[in-house]
């Protein structure tokens, strides 16, 4: 039997569970791939609930958090925020997915794609022309997700983590 798990729309005092998801996401799936140090220095600094607190009271970002009954446990969240990424043509009509994470176990139950989903239906709500997103260029699984969901890769950035410099895809889905 699937799990039931909600995604709702984040309000002020789920900046608690929005750190806990991201930073455990994070831990996980970048556990033996980035360094130790570096992961718990990202986390420190890119997912304290100060962060979290500052995008919800942000009206230019929309958070959601996917919960699972009973008992309403945080599994995920994802953060839609003004587009800014390093291509030479954004615009203040396109808006990034700078977050969409899951735990592991929840990866491949469909929920990544409601997610996306929501995505794109605030986009367009909102008049977006593109929806963007940076990713791991070596986390190919992610890649591959969001392929099938119809974006392409435009470009690259560098993407610091606890000092150290990755390179990340850039991918982008018109609307």
């Not at 794609?113 to 709500?125: I, L, P």
């Not at 000092?163 to 609307?175: A, E, P």
Request: proline residues 5%; hydrophobic residues 40%; aromatic residues 8%.
């Amino acid at each position: 039997m699937a799990p039931n798990i909600q995604l709702r729309p984040c309000t002020l005092g789920d900046e608690g569970a929005l750190s806990l998801i991201g930073q455990a996401t994070f831990l996980e799936t970048f556990a033996g791939v980035l360094g130790g140090q570096d992961i718990l220095s990202h986390c420190a600094a890119a997912h304290g609930t100060q962060t979290y607190g500052a995008w919800l009271s942000d009206p230019n970002y929309k958070l959601w958090l996917a919960e699972i009954d009973p008992g309403s446990a945080p599994v995920g969240f994802m953060v839609i925020a003004p587009a800014q990424l390093p291509l030479p043509d954004i615009s203040e009509r396109d808006l990034e997915i700078k977050r969409i994470y899951l735990l592991h176990p929840f990866q491949g139950s469909g929920l990544g794609k409601r997610m996306v989903t929501a995505a794109k239906e605030h986009a367009r709500a909102s008049a977006a022309d593109r929806l963007l997103l940076g990713v791991y260029a070596n986390n190919e699984t992610a890649i591959g997700f969001y392929q099938r969901a119809g974006f392409r890769q435009l470009g690259s950035r560098k993407f610091n983590v606890g000092g150290r410099d990755y390179d990340d895809h850039i991918m982008g889905l018109s609307l």
